[in-house]
């Protein structure tokens, strides 16, 4: 874990998954190959903006807030949704990939709006762990501290997600640095950076300090708020301490061949 950080951007749109072409929709920036760690930490990832993920696990497909996905595909095995606000339970982007036996992981709030296209819905809280279709679930708290859009009391959250061949990763909802963090297991860590609604990059570099994950991926900016420059700034705060991977709109890192086998990549 402990290496020098490397520029990271990777270049948008470089594979078909299924047929479909995810087009990144802004101008890559400068690429940079990979760590073979960094490619089996992140085979199968798509980050479409925001807080939106795609990973492909074998034969599987979770999602982890779909945020303006602009093709149906309708792949989804599993979704998890942090919260309801619409850039990340966005109803629109959920109709395109889900299928009938798609299960919906989330709070209330965004159950509530979901209802309207789907019933197969499970709802957790902080602090429950869940298995679903060989996925180990674990709901974490996701709160602000300093702010009011996020209140402790709405019960919001994370997910930290075991893979099926073991890569633990933790989507942090929309959040600030909290102490519950230091508590919290993960391979990867996906952090919001882009401040106001969130934690600022200088906050969310504190807590990948805090997680000692293997590697993070900033999110959530340049959609609403935020931009490139706070990415950056999480990545150059981190140098040294832990590698950072910046991914475009669109991107997504060819899924490696891996052995599902007692949980173990490699």
Not at 5 to 11: A, D, M
Not at 234 to 244: F, I, K, N, T
């Amino acid at each position: 874990m402990m290496q020098s950080n490397r520029r990271c951007f990777l270049k948008a749109s470089v594979l078909g998954v299924a047929g479909i072409v995810f087009a990144g929709n802004r101008t890559a920036f400068a690429a940079s190959e990979l760590t073979e760690e960094e490619r089996k930490l992140l085979s199968g990832f798509t980050w479409f903006k925001q807080s939106g993920f795609r990973i492909l696990d074998g034969d599987k497909v979770i999602y982890f807030d779909p945020y303006q996905l602009t093709q149906t595909i309708h792949d989804a095995d599993v979704i998890f949704i942090s919260h309801s606000h619409g850039d990340h339970c966005d109803i629109a982007s959920i109709q395109r990939i889900i299928k009938d036996s798609t299960r919906i992981v989330t709070e209330p709030e965004s159950a509530a709006k979901i209802a309207s296209i789907s019933s197969n819905v499970i709802t957790v809280s902080p602090g429950d762990t869940i298995t679903i279709d060989d996925y180990i679930c674990e709901a974490v708290p996701s709160y602000n501290v300093n702010k009011t859009n996020h209140p402790k009391s709405k019960n919001y959250l994370g997910f930290i997600v075991t893979l099926r061949d073991g890569r633990r990763i933790y989507h942090a909802g929309d959040t600030d640095r909290i102490s519950e963090m230091t508590g919290f297991n993960a391979d990867v860590a996906l952090l919001p950076c882009g401040g106001t609604y969130t934690m600022s990059a200088a906050e969310a570099a504190e807590a990948a300090k805090d997680i000692q994950p293997k590697l993070v991926v900033p999110m959530h900016y340049g959609a609403a708020v935020g931009s490139i420059r706070d990415a950056e700034q999480v990545r150059d705060l981190l140098a040294g301490v832990v590698p950072v991977v910046i991914m475009d709109e669109g991107q997504t890192i060819d899924p490696l061949p891996t052995k599902i086998l007692n949980h173990a990549i490699y």
